[in-house]
């Protein structure tokens, strides 16, 4: 199987900082109390979402920082993250939300198959793990 580099940990305030957000990609979202571990772990307890896109990092992110601020539709990721955190107590996502990103370079039709192959295989290996899906993925 191809293998892309996967960023490391990025405060959710810093993303756009992220090299290669102009591609599409996969992405992990996680909470963190203190500083990250130096290394990602995408089977991690910390883990909240595992999302993709075949668009660019950055407009999926635009996307899922509407559902989450706003509780607009627009990612399903995203909405159920402002459920789970934002409704009852708003702003408490800043600070501890964290998102590392697998930018993917290929080619159609090699780009699509492979970011969903590698969104499935990383949420199976975390279910694998914990025995649930992560609190904001619903499939």
Not at 60 to 86: D, T
Request: glycine fraction near 8%.
């Amino acid at each position: 199987m191809t293998e892309f580099p996967i960023t490391n940990w990025t405060p959710w305030s810093e993303r756009l900082g992220i090299p290669g957000t102009e591609r599409p990609g996969v992405y992990l979202m996680a909470h963190f109390d203190a500083s990250p571990p130096s290394t990602v772990d995408a089977t991690s307890d910390a883990i909240v979402y595992i999302g993709e896109t075949c668009r660019s990092l950055r407009d999926r992110w635009r996307s899922f920082q509407r559902a989450i601020a706003e509780g607009k539709p627009g990612h399903s990721g995203g909405l159920s993250y402002h459920a789970a955190f934002c409704q009852a107590h708003p702003g408490s996502f800043e600070g501890r939300l964290y998102v590392a990103a697998i930018p993917i370079t290929l080619s159609e039709p090699h780009t699509s198959a492979y970011i969903r192959h590698l969104e499935r295989s990383l949420i199976w290996d975390f279910v694998q793990k914990h025995g649930r899906y992560p609190i904001c993925n619903s499939k």
